[in-house]
């Protein structure tokens, strides 16, 4: 990065907050650790003072846990890394699109690749006017990695972002249809995913479907509908029929 990547440290273990001041020293030097916080007082004072680019947080915080002393977690602007004990948390905390998650002890080759992440991130959020290809090409590397958690009546599902191929309305469910794997039922209804995917090349063509424009096959004539790569016809509301011919 140009600039420094500001991080602060929350976590109730003093040793446990040295530890990871002692790595990121050592192995991600563009990185500056402005503050630390390990309880509902420190947390709420660290951020009433700055807005930190990275967040390292620990999801046990005493007999607590950070999803109750910080309700309104998604609400952080800033990327989050979660560490932690317990890999039971992993679910949950992925819920507040984590840049990424650490198990203790930290494995400094692990934390190093996820500041890069999150510096990428924060680098391609920027998008100066000059060096827009490159923005381009990084958001799109960052975008084929991302993931999602989709829970059904199976459990919670771990899917990459490019397998979904389209999603179907079906009340207050959507149907999930993704690349060479079963389809899935969620109890979401569509507005929640075309929120979730549409900076993801998404696009909502209907009041019932959802598009993964990468998996498009044919555009008919007349507008009124579309062939996706699996065979399957969607119907195309006419007045987005321009629309998605510019996003493509």
Not at 117 to 134: G, L, V, Y
Request: hydrophobic content about 35%; charged content about 25%.
């Amino acid at each position: 990065m140009s600039t420094p990547l500001k991080c602060v440290i929350i976590d109730d273990e003093k040793m446990a907050r040295n530890s990871l001041k002692l790595l990121l020293n050592t192995y991600c030097p563009y990185v500056k650790i402005t503050g630390e916080a390990w309880d509902q007082t420190s947390i709420k004072k660290l951020f009433k003072d700055q807005t930190p680019n990275v967040v390292l947080l620990d999801i046990q915080l005493g007999n607590s846990t950070v999803f109750d002393i910080i309700p309104n977690l998604d609400r952080i602007n800033s990327k989050i890394i979660f560490t932690t004990a317990h890999e039971d948390y992993a679910i949950k905390g992925y819920k507040y699109d984590a840049i990424d998650y650490l198990l203790k002890p930290i494995d400094p080759i692990e934390l190093k690749k996820a500041m890069t992440k999150a510096s990428q991130f924060i680098e391609k959020e920027k998008t100066p006017e000059n060096n827009i290809e490159e923005n381009l090409k990084n958001f799109f590397q960052l975008r084929e990695s991302s993931q999602i958690i989709l829970s059904d009546s199976r459990g919670s599902h771990v899917i990459k972002v490019k397998d979904i191929m389209y999603c179907i309305a079906e009340g207050n469910y959507t149907s999930i249809i993704l690349n060479n794997q079963p389809q899935m039922v969620v109890s979401k209804n569509l507005k929640f995913f075309e929120e979730k995917l549409t900076p993801s090349n998404f696009f909502r063509i209907h009041k019932s479907n959802l598009i993964n424009t990468h998996y498009l096959k044919l555009l008919s004539n007349d507008g009124g509908y579309i062939v996706m790569s699996d065979g399957k016809t969607l119907s195309i509301s006419r007045d987005k029929k321009r629309e998605l011919l510019n996003r493509i």
